[in-house]
Antibody, heavy 120, light 107 residues
């Protein structure tokens, strides 16, 4: 059974940092692209970033470029999202998502989500 | 960026009804369009990918169609467990973008 378990969310002040982690199991992690997707009541679902199997290709939504860094450890089956210079509008539930093997992205497995709250 | 617009934003329907949700992309995306279902307090679930391919384990009452800029998700006979919010998502080009969602409520 595919499992994706996020951790690392919490409450942080504007300008602060958080590192999200996602533990993957039940599939060959190194075979898949992986993504982070976030959800807010006001803006709905927003894709944040994805990373190729070997980490050699990475994409971000413009609103997080230069502030967030996606990475992975295929030996440990972990996906990460380092978030710096956090802003109030980054407040969201962040989901770790299994992306494609190849071809076009589609998100076929999701974690339970971890809540990030940015507030003073 | 490719914008994806869903309609309607909400609808009320009865069990057994045929329900149609539409999604329009701001430019042609071929068949790079996916559909998800989300129930309250849960993560989204993939229903259909590549516009019309049913994800494994998804009931056959769900179907998708379309190409280019106009797409449709159809539920042929609405069941009690189908009351949820549905999202489309384009995967033609980064940034990958989602529609605003369609909430399907009980009539």
């Amino acid at each position: 059974e595919v499992q994706l378990v996020e951790s690392g969310g919490g409450f942080v002040q504007p300008g602060g940092s958080l590192r999200l982690s996602c533990a993957a199991s039940g599939f060959t992690f190194s075979n898949y692209w992986m993504s982070w997707v976030r959800q807010t009541p006001g803006k709905g679902l927003e894709w944040v970033a994805n990373i190729r199997q070997d980490g050699g290709e990475i994409y971000y939504v413009d609103s997080v470029k230069g502030r967030f860094t996606i990475s992975r450890d295929n030996a440990k089956n972990f996906l990460y999202l380092q978030m710096n210079s956090l802003r109030a509008d980054d407040t969201a539930i962040f989901y770790c998502v299994r992306d494609k093997i190849s071809g076009a992205s589609h998100f076929d497995s999701w974690g339970q989500g971890t809540l990030v709250t940015v507030s003073s | 960026d490719i914008q994806v617009t869903q309609s309607p934003s909400s609808l009320s329907a009865s069990v057994g009804d045929r329900v149609t949700i539409t999604c329009r992309a701001s430019q042609s995306i071929g068949t790079y369009l996916n559909w998800y279902q989300q129930k309250a307090g849960k993560a989204p679930k993939l229903l259909i990918y590549a516009a019309s391919t049913l994800q494994s384990g998804v009931p056959s009452r769900f179907s998708g169609s379309g190409s280019g800029t106009d797409f449709t998700l159809t539920i042929s006979s609405l069941q009690p467990e189908d009351f949820a919010t549905y999202y489309c998502q384009q995967s033609s080009a980064a940034p990958l973008t989602f529609g605003g969602g369609t909430k399907v409520e009980i009539k």
